[in-house]
């Protein structure tokens, strides 16, 4: 019956007298929490006399028994329980603080872009992501001066060139090539993915500074594909003319039958991809760094087709397409995306998101006189040298409130001081301020939220009492009941001995079993078991050149526990063959076992259940006794009417 202990959980309700279910010891225990876990586990309960609400209700009496005997010695207070219990609600907590509609929205969001690829081009203007108002406002200002000339007739690769602080501006002109969701920082990801092609952006910016993108193309990706590849590079040691020549030597044996596999482990110079016959992870478009090696492998159409030799900046290579993949689905790739999404800076905005919930659910306003206070008392020297909190009675004022949870401005100069070591990159003690603002009421909204997630999430309450009163009656268990039976060895086979007409094996009978599709071979066993050949040279008989017609087994087939064939007869070396739909079966008696009782050895795992059964419902007996239980009829008669489902 310890299941129960894993599904009950004690709810606290405003009830009146009438609600009353039963009562333990004078306690109360309410027909809406009865009423609760029994709607909510009864699909769960196998034994249908335990959906009998007399008899659920029974368990439930005993689950609460426990849970108070448990309360009773102590169990909740030692040390081993509350350190497994804090440990828990952490793990659990970490779920709870997240706001999973953005989460699930961003997946999605990532899914949808991973289908297409996306070809741009971009301007950036560096800009600190701590730099000075200043600073940010002139970056902001070059870029928009960049776009307005484009806009006004001025080519993208001129301006580019002109005004992009990208090192590789003079390579590209800006031009980024084909990427997909992922590939860029989230912020330019939004950018790319929500302009039109042909059209250009508004200035957006990322940890790098203010960007502008132009969007140039835009296209559905098609799958992905596994591809092996020789490659021959150029090196000091081989020049542009040698590689060719050594490409299509290479090409001229695959054209005369010799394996590419193997080409490819004796020439190819990609060691990483040549142990393995030149075979490449698969990949999708836009995910390599080469497009004219994407492009060769995504053009072929039969399996095992090998391309021309084709030249790319990183040598000539030749291709065998191995295998094509269609898009995988949104369910296929569901847990990886969510990976990704918590590792990419996107997993930013579910935070925000969530943080923004809870300010509004607690009513949070940022304090602009805080933060101007700030500004005014910390030193520009905050950066370089140690500070101390002045000594000012401003600081006891409350900055905001969580609930009935105060926080001054103490708590929020003493955060500051904490944190003084996280200056680097800094030039502006008021961005750093407005900075620090954020983390501070950030950090405090969590934390109260976390503290008190039992109050303000009835599913957090739910599954953590669930988990709260299973340990707590695990640990119970196991010292009151399961236990017994590792100590108590003389009282275990004593209740043995007292028990041991349940313990009776019926007659036995040992028997060879075959089986086989065709019903002549089945015959043939049958004929030569009657000449008493030996098993294993029937089996060579029946059974040969590795073709296994008869499938032989030697079983023990107990009386009522077993299914025996209707006209077996109980006699020692008797044979009898039952038909089935597609096969036959043969059974021929080798012994005949009387009924007997089982030793001691031989069942004690299932005396050690029984032992501990009877000794937990002795026990139960006494608790009932030790908390006497008051049924309210009316209350009960209620529970059964609204019930009956």
């Not at 030692?78 to 929205?105: C, F, I, N, P, V």
């Not at 060579?540 to 209707?566: A, C, G, R, W, Y």
């Amino acid at each position: 019956m310890f299941f129960l202990g894993s599904i009950f959980f004690t709810l606290v309700y405003a009830q009146e007298p009438k609600d009353v279910l039963f009562t333990i010891d004078n306690s109360p225990i309410f027909i809406s929490e009865f009423k609760k876990v029994y709607l909510k586990n009864i699909n769960l309960v196998k034994d249908d006399s335990q959906k009998n609400v007399d008899e659920y209700l029974d368990l439930f009496i005993n689950y609460k028994l426990k849970l108070k005997e448990a309360k009773k010695l102590g169990l909740d207070k030692k040390e081993s329980y509350l350190k497994e219990l804090d440990g828990y609600r952490k793990q659990l907590a970490k779920g709870y603080l997240t706001d999973t509609r953005t989460s699930d929205a961003l997946i999605r969001e990532a899914y949808d872009r991973s289908q297409e690829r996306i070809k741009a081009s971009h301007i950036l203007i560096t800009v600190k992501p701590n730099a000075s108002e200043k600073d940010t406002i002139a970056a902001f200002q070059k870029i928009t001066e960049a776009r307005s000339k484009i806009i006004n007739g001025e080519s993208f690769d001129a301006v580019a060139k002109a005004y992009s602080q990208d090192p590789s501006v003079d390579k590209n002109s800006g031009n980024l090539g084909w990427f997909s969701a992922f590939r860029m920082v989230y912020p330019f990801e939004e950018a790319a993915f929500t302009t039109k092609v042909g059209e250009i952006s508004e200035p957006f910016r990322t940890q790098f500074g203010y960007h502008i993108v132009k969007v140039n193309d835009r296209k559905k990706k098609i799958g992905e594909v596994t591809v092996a590849h020789i490659m021959v590079t150029i090196n000091e040691n081989r020049t542009e003319e040698e590689a060719k020549n050594r490409v299509y030597e290479i090409n001229q044996q695959l054209q005369q039958g010799i394996s590419f596999a193997s080409l490819a482990k004796q020439y190819s110079d990609d060691p990483s991809t040549a142990i393995n016959g030149g075979k490449i992870r698969r990949f999708g478009q836009g995910t390599l760094n080469s497009e004219k090696f994407e492009k060769t492998a995504f053009s072929m159409t039969e399996r095992n087709e090998i391309s021309e030799p084709i030249q790319t900046k990183y040598g000539w290579h030749i291709i065998q397409l191995i295998e094509k993949h269609p898009p995988k689905t949104f369910e296929e790739q569901k847990e990886e995306l969510t990976k990704k999404v918590k590792r990419d800076s996107r997993s930013k905005l579910v935070t925000t998101s969530f943080i923004n919930s809870l300010k509004e659910k607690y009513t949070i306003n940022k304090n602009e006189n805080a933060i101007s206070y700030f500004k005014k008392i910390v030193p520009s020297t905050f950066f370089t040298e140690k500070w101390n909190i002045p000594e000012d009675k401003k600081l006891e004022k409350s900055i905001f409130s969580i609930k009935k949870k105060e926080f001054s401005y103490m708590d929020f100069a003493k955060f500051l001081k904490k944190n003084q070591s996280k200056v680097a990159g800094y030039t502006d003690v008021s961005i750093f301020i407005e900075k620090m603002y954020n983390d501070f009421e950030s950090s405090s909204l969590l934390g109260y939220y976390e503290k008190h997630l039992e109050e303000d999430n009835p599913d957090f309450a739910s599954v953590f009492g669930e988990y709260r009163d299973g340990l707590l009656l695990f640990d119970l268990m196991e010292s009151k009941i399961w236990n017994v039976s590792k100590t108590d060895s003389i009282g275990l086979k004593r209740f043995y001995e007292t028990q041991k007409d349940r313990y009776t094996q019926n007659k036995t009978y040992r028997v060879v079993k075959a089986s086989s599709a065709k019903r002549e071979a089945i015959d043939k066993v049958k004929k030569l078991l009657e000449t008493q050949k030996p098993i294993e040279e029937i089996k060579k008989e029946v059974n040969k050149d590795d073709i296994v017609l008869v499938m032989f087994s030697e079983e023990e087939l107990v009386q009522d526990k077993d299914t025996l064939p209707k006209d077996l007869s109980p006699e020692k070396g008797k044979i009898t063959i039952a038909e089935g739909e597609n096969f036959a079966t043969l059974i021929m008696i080798k012994e005949i076992l009387p009924s007997r009782i089982k030793t001691f050895d031989e069942i004690k795992g299932e005396v050690i259940n029984d032992f501990q059964e009877t000794v937990e419902g002795e026990w139960l007996n006494q608790l009932r006794t030790k908390y006497p239980v008051r049924v309210n009829k009316k209350t009960l008669k209620r529970a059964k009417k609204e019930l009956s489902i």
